[in-house]
């Protein structure tokens, strides 16, 4: 059964930096993109970032831009959340997400990782 594994979140003061990993394992067959998703308390899942395998293509929410960046190391299989300037509007639970749109199409969650801005 493939697996994402998140790691790296906590509790950082405003204006500090956090960066997420996300590890997958034993996918039989590569994802098309790569995303970070979260959601904080009494709100939706919303999208933060996705990188598109093959061409390294980014796209990221409005709220992010600028201080987040997102990156994959494909060796390692791992993707990275890089948050810098953090907001305690961007504390939630950050998921990682591998989507595949060909056959045989999946889509993969992991646990999700705490992140807490508060001073």
């Known amino acids: 059964q493939a697996q994402l594994v998140e790691s790296g979140g906590g509790l950082v003061q405003p204006g500090g930096s956090l960066r997420l990993s996300c590890v997958a394992s034993r996918f039989t067959f590569s994802s098309d993109v790569m995303s970070w998703y979260r959601q904080a308390p009494g709100k939706e899942r919303e999208l933060v970032a996705a990188?598109?395998?093959?061409?390294?293509?980014?796209i990221y929410a409005d709220s992010v831009k600028g201080r987040f960046t997102i990156s994959s190391d494909n060796g390692k299989m791992t993707v990275y959340l890089q948050m810098n300037i953090l907001k305690p509007e961007d504390t939630a639970v950050y998921f990682c997400n591998a989507n595949r749109g060909r056959i045989p199409k999946y889509n993969y969650w992991g646990q999700g990782t705490q992140v807490t801005v508060s001073s």
């Open positions: 990188i598109w395998s093959t061409s390294g293509d980014t």
